[in-house]
């Protein structure tokens, strides 16, 4: 679904509840064909609830009180005269009943059925194009979110308006149809009973939206905070080995409880709303059998004109009357609970992304990887839960880049270094466009990359990223992710240029051994090859590096330098380590610092003129004296 490239300052719109609901109820379309067929069923199946009082009518009335009021039952029951007898009429007033009332509870069941299993496929779809939006978000709205809450809102909330959907529907249909049904049906028995006894019901209307009006910010607030415990609980699981390595169990247990708690309060305090107001409603409701009974008495007493069958058709039909209003309060509340999810899904949904092809946007087609950066500025957005919001809601953004050129000549190996938190892995994720420059461009063989369409762009490039993320799967799917048509043969000549074939046969299940959750299964060293491995088998045309070696044991720091070494041969490479090993085998270096380019030229250029420079790579002299030589065959040619 490609969405306008609106400004990525834009509030998400604030819609009040009916908006939301008429929202919620407006995805339905695609499905209404199914619905109206629904309904069709649904309504065959009114009148086996109506069914009982005309028979209460016929029997009371006409069997045993012998007055012809309402002479067209007798017409019907008695098959126009045929039968006759107060045996075979009772007999044909019950077998009408029967027949009537099994009819409509296949009607009813068939409608249900079909209803439901619609309102599933809904949730379904509406749960994916969630997981669509999201996946498709920017780095830099991923960045500002947190992911529990994330995976709230496509759970939990999907979950909520699910439940609306799939418990409130068809019941509101359902009821509502049968509702008006039975409420046309006592109007004509007798207006004044039918007053009588609706009076009581519409008070509870009033009550509701008092209820509503109290639940409202209650429900919002549990919404909330049961995204604030997910994102607690998947924070603390993700760090799980940090928590246990500070001994800080007590301090998390206390803060997973706080947010829990708060979560608690909200929902004790919504079921209070609840024990205050659907009793009242059921009272007040319940007053509807008070009013029937003692105004439909005293007309039966007073000659009124109303008949004792009617009054038992009346009792028929209470339930009926009243029965909907259980039902309103129930649905109502699952709408109140719908409104406050609703919104918070459709914020999801609403999210302009900026990260999208420009109209016109062509595919990437050969690539010489002849990457230029000019004049690029650059800002972080920062997160909703930063401090120093302004007042216009507007978040604060933080300038990282400034004014930043780097020409990278197509096949070239260019390295980013420089001090810590200079923007180096920001230059990258601007190459691979996750964000885009505030002013400036980037551009790939001569195009601004926002000319070409994503879906082309990334696979020409590789990122090799300082986290290496492996999926639970086997390590054979792993390295083929990129290229999931690749054979073993190919995987595993990747894997053997990435010096990770030795490792991986040695595995419990070789090529086929899952590597658990994130590759906890594997070592620091044995992921990064793994992923080493990964860029091979895609082969892109430029080669990104990000850090590809630090955290990695000395031990098999040096392999992995071979094979990145094997990897970089002949491609566009931008790396940034801060290995000197690697850096001095560049063609060109760039020096970073605090957003700005400091300096520029091939490494032993620039150490000449740059302390910096000069000070990291002697570094690496010394620390790879005792390497396996690599480093300094290539870095004194
Ligand atoms: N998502 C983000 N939101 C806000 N600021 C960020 C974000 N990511 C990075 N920064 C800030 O941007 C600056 C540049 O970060 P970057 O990761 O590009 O540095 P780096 O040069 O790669 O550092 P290192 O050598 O330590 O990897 C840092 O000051 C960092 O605090
Ligand atoms: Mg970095």
């Known amino acids: 679904m490609t969405r306008p490239a609106d400004s ?64 067209w039952l007798d017409t019907i029951f008695s098959f126009g005269g045929a039968v006759e007898g107060w045996p075979w009429l009772l007999a044909s007033a019950c077998v009408w009943m029967v027949v009537i009332y099994i009819t409509s509870v296949f009607f009813d069941a068939a409608g249900s059925n079909l209803m439901e299993r619609t309102c599933q496929r809904f949730i379904v779809d509406l749960r994916q194009s969630v997981y669509d939006r999201i996946q498709s978000q920017s780095q830099a709205y991923l960045h500002r979110q947190s992911t529990g809450d994330l995976m709230s809102r496509a759970m939990s909330d999907v979950g909520e308006v699910q439940s609306f959907i799939t418990g409130s ?66 924070e603390n699981l993700s760090g799980l080995v940090v928590i246990q390595t500070f001994g800080k169990e007590a301090f998390e247990s206390q803060r997973f409880s706080d947010v829990a708690e708060q979560n608690y309060r909200d929902q004790v305090k919504s079921i209070n709303a609840r024990t205050i107001y659907f009793p009242l409603g059921r ?63 459709f914020e999801v949904l609403d999210e302009t992304n900026t990260i999208i092809d420009s109209p016109g946007a062509t595919a990437v087609g050969h690539v010489d990887g002849n990457i230029r950066l000019d004049n690029v500025r650059f800002s972080y957005e920062l997160g909703q839960d930063s401090p120093g919001q302004t007042s216009s809601g507007k978040p604060r953004t933080r300038d990282i880049l400034h004014d930043v050129s780097i020409d990278i000549p197509a096949g070239s190996r260019v390295a980013l270094c420089g001090p810590s938190g200079g ?10 466009r996750f964000f885009d420059p505030v002013e400036g461009t980037v551009t790939l063989d001569g195009v601004d990359i926002r000319k070409l369409t994503l879906q082309t762009l990334r696979p020409s490039f590789a990122l090799v990223q300082q986290e290496t993320f492996l999926f639970r799967q086997s390590v054979l799917d792993n390295i083929r992710y990129g290229k999931p048509q690749a054979t073993l043969e190919e995987v595993r000549e990747a894997a053997r240029a990435a010096d990770a074939d030795e490792f991986i046969i040695a595995l419990p299940n070789g090529y086929n051994t899952e590597v658990g959750e994130r590759g906890v299964r594997l070592s620091g060293g044995q992921k990064q090859r793994i992923s080493i491995a990964r860029a091979f088998l895609a082969n892109p045309s430029v080669l990104l590096l990000d850090e590809p070696t630090s955290s990695v044991e000395p031990d098999s720091e040096n392999a992995i330098i071979q094979a ?63 390497d396996n030589g690599i480093v300094q065959t290539n870095s004194t040619d």
Request: glycine share 8%; hydrophobic share 50%; with cysteine.
């Open 423 to 432: 923007g180096k892995s920001t230059l990258l994720g601007l190459i691979v």
């Open 169 to 234: 529907i068809d019941v509101i249909f359902k009821e509502l149809l049968l509702w008006i049904a039975v409420v046309i049906t006592v109007f004509i028995l007798d207006w004044r009973v039918a007053i009588a006894t609706l009076a009581p019901i519409f008070a509870v209307y009033f009550l509701l939206r008092l209820f509503n009006k109290k639940v409202g910010p209650i429900y919002k607030s549990a919404s909330e905070s049961k995204g604030r415990i997910s994102s607690r609980l998947q």
């Open 283 to 345: 009272v007040v409701g319940f007053l509807s059998n008070v009013g029937m009974l003692g105004v439909g008495g005293a007309l039966i007493l007073t000659n009124s004109g109303f008949s004792i069958g009617t009054l038992l058709a009346f009792r028929a039909y209470w339930w009926r009357l009243f029965g909907p209003v259980y039902s309103l309060a129930r649905v109502n509340d699952m709408i109140q609970r719908a409104i406050a999810s609703g919104r918070r899904v």
């Open 564 to 626: 990145i070494t094997r990897l970089m041969t002949g491609r566009t490479t931008v790396l940034t380590s801060h290995r000197p090993s690697l850096v001095a085998r560049c063609d060109l270096v760039y020096v970073i610092d605090e957003g700005t380019v400091l300096d520029q030229g091939p490494p032993e250029e620039v150490r000449a003129r740059n302390e910096w420079l000069d000070r990291f790579l002697r570094s690496g002299y010394e620390s790879v004296a005792s």
């Open 8 to 71: 990525p300052d834009k509030p998400a719109p604030r819609t009040d509840g009916p908006k939301i609901i008429r929202r919620i109820l407006s995805l339905l379309s695609p499905y209404k064909w199914r619905f109206v067929w629904a309904a069709g069923l649904l309504i065959l199946s009114v009148p086996g609830e109506l069914v009982t009082g005309f028979v209460a009518i016929y029997v009371v009335d006409h069997i045993i009180l012998k007055t012809d009021k309402m002479a």
